[in-house]
Each structure stands twice: as structure tokens, then as C-alpha cells.
């Protein structure tokens, strides 16, 4: 998720205020300028953080400036000062830090804030990648009706298979074996290799112990094929489990 603010740096900004009242000559900030794009290239965030804390001083109607500085804050977990410049930014017209800041209070635990920043990003921008976070954002809440809907729509544009787990988790915690099994099979032909753990899963809960343990070694012997450790950690403790049941 880093990477995704990142990049929103990078599509085309709204609302580019010039602060007129600035001390700082033109030679000096194209030098300035020039300073940041160097560290960007470098990825040195701690040099970016104070270059662009210079920059908003001098330019404070600046709304993409805001918006970076709101991003580092971010990629840092502080998300209080994010906030506070992802605020200052869509005040100046910058619309991609709507969905930045949507995605803060998803990480906060403020699901119905997010959701309404979200939707508010979607009026102005239809980013397809948002709807996973939405209905995500509903699932949070226990508001299943609404998170099934949104993971419907992600379905169609999500590559990886994670909105169809999600699904299947859901028809789960309903009590929908069947629609379950069958979402979570979906997320397994886009290649989501942990939803071997949520078919895993599924049958421990049905008591099918002889099934739970099938998927989970098919699992394992894909995880190791692609050297995940993290979720062969996993498949052996849900396989441990198993054994401990039987």
C-alpha cells in the first residue's frame, strides 16, 4: 500500500495552488525542486521529510506539496500528522489525498470516516481500486449486505483473488457453507494461495477434518513451491490443529 500513495504522487494533481507571498526566489526553488526529485530517486525519506517540510513553509497553497508530505507521514504510521496534511491538501484542491486519507482511517479503525472519504474520492474519480477498501470498510463493520456488494464490484477488477476470499469469509460467518466453498475456490483459480488456509478452515468448522487436511498439505506443497514462509507458518499451524481435532 506504500507503493499505491506513492504513485498517486505521481498521477496528475488538481488544484496546484503558488503561494504569492513567497520569500524563496525562482532560482531557489528550482534548486529546491530539484533536491526532491533527487531524493525521490533515491528513496531517502528522511531527506524528503525535511525538503518538503521546507517547501510547504514556502508554499503553503501548494496542494500536490501537501499531499507528499501528508504520504511520507503516512508511509511512516504517523498517521495524525498525515491526516493533518492530507486535510490541508484537499482544502488546496488535491483530490488523490481523499483517497489517501480514506485509506488512514481504514488503518485506524475509523471505518465509517473511511468509507465516506472513499466514496467522496469516487464521485470525482472512479478508481476501481477503492472498492475493495470499501467493502473491506463494511466488512469491518459487520455490515455484510453493503461489503458483499462492493466485493462484487472489486471482483471484476481485482487480479489477485482477494475480494473473492473475502467473500467466502463472509458467506462463512453466515453460515453459507456452499457460497463459501465456492468464493474461495474462485480466489484459488486467480492464484490467492491462502485460501487453501480459508478452505482449511472451512471444513475444520464443518468437522470434515479428512477435507480441512487435504487442502492444507495441497497448500503447503504450493507455498513451499513459491517459497512463501509466511504462509506455510500458517498451514502448519491450521494442519497442527488438524491433527489435534482428529
Avoid at 53 to 60: A, H, L, S, W
Avoid at 98 to 127: R, T
Avoid at 153 to 162: A, E, P, R
Avoid at 197 to 216: H, P, Q
Amino acid at each position: 500500500m506504500k507503493r499505491y500513495l506513492i504513485l498517486l504522487l505521481l498521477m496528475a494533481n488538481l488544484g496546484l495552488g503558488v503561494q504569492s507571498f513567497a520569500v524563496m526566489t525562482k532560482d531557489e526553488r528550482i534548486k529546491l525542486e530539484d533536491q526532491i526529485d533527487e531524493a525521490y530517486e533515491k528513496e531517502d525519506e528522511e531527506k524528503l521529510l525535511l525538503l518538503i517540510t521546507k517547501y510547504v513553509k514556502e508554499f503553503p497553497n501548494n496542494a500536490e506539496y501537501l499531499n507528499r508530505l501528508g504520504v511520507l507521514y503516512d508511509n511512516k504510521e504517523n498517521y495524525s500528522e498525515a491526516e493533518k496534511w492530507y486535510l490541508k491538501a484537499i482544502e488546496k484542491g488535491n483530490y488523490n489525498a481523499i483517497s489517501n486519507l480514506a485509506y488512514i482511517y481504514f488503518e485506524k479503525g475509523e471505518y465509517e470516516k473511511a468509507i465516506k472519504y472513499y466514496k467522496e474520492y469516487q464521485k470525482i474519480a472512479d478508481n476501481t481500486d477503492n472498492y475493495y477498501w470499501i467493502a473491506a470498510a463494511y466488512d469491518e463493520l459487520e455490515d455484510y449486505k453493503n461489503a458483499k456488494e462492493w466485493f462484487l464490484k472489486s471482483i471484476k477488477f481485482d487480479k489477485d483473488g482477494y475480494s473473492e476470499e473475502r467473500l467466502g469469509i463472509i458467506y462463512k460467518k453466515e453460515g453459507n457453507q456452499k457460497e463459501a466453498e465456492k468464493w474461495y475456490s474462485a480466489s484459488l483459480k486467480k492464484g490467492n494461495l491462502w485460501a487453501y488456509d480459508s478452505l482449511a478452515a472451512l471444513y475444520i468448522s464443518m468437522g470434515d477434518y479428512k477435507t480441512a487436511d487435504k487442502w492444507v498439505r495441497k497448500g503447503l506443497e504450493m507455498a513451499k513451491k513459491t517459497n512463501d514462509t509466511e504462509l506455510q507458518e500458517e498451514l502448519q499451524e491450521t494442519l497442527d490443529n488438524i491433527q489435534e481435532l482428529r
